[in-house]
Nanobody, 118 residues
Framework: QVQLVESGGGLVQPGGSLRLSCAGS????????MSWYRQAPGEERELVAN????????YYADPVKGRFTISRDNVKNTVYLQMNSLKPEDTAVYYC???????????WGQGTQVTVSS
């Protein structure tokens, strides 16, 4: 059974930091590209960052460049999102997504809430 379980969300003040984790199980983690998306209330889900299955290439959406860092550990089957200099507009539910590099099979986690507020 495939599972993606996010953790690490919470309430943080503007300028603060959080690290999100997404642990995968039930699939060959190292054969999947991993992404973080977010969805704010009333907005469409948007891509935040992604990382190649090997970890040697990353992409960041413009709003988070220079503040967020995506990384992965293929031994622990976990992808991370380090979020620094957080802004109120970063408030959203954050989801991780796994996409097979061979079949295109796609899996989503259940999401974790991030709230940036003073």
């Amino acid at each position: 059974q495939v599972q993606l379980v996010e953790s690490g969300g919470g309430l943080v003040q503007p300028g603060g930091s959080l690290r999100l984790s997404c642990a995968g199980s039930g699939f060959i983690f190292s054969s999947y590209a991993m992404s973080w998306y977010r969805q704010a209330p009333g907005e469409e889900r948007e891509l935040v960052a992604n990382i190649r299955n090997t970890g040697d290439a990353t992409y960041y959406a413009d709003p988070v460049k220079g503040r967020f860092t995506i990384s992965r550990d293929n031994v622990k089957n976990t992808v991370y999102l380090q979020m620094n200099s957080l802004k109120p507009e970063d408030t959203a539910v954050y989801y991780c997504k796994a996409v097979s590099i061979w079949t295109g099979n796609t899996y989503w986690g259940q999401g974790t809430q991030v709230t940036v507020s003073s």
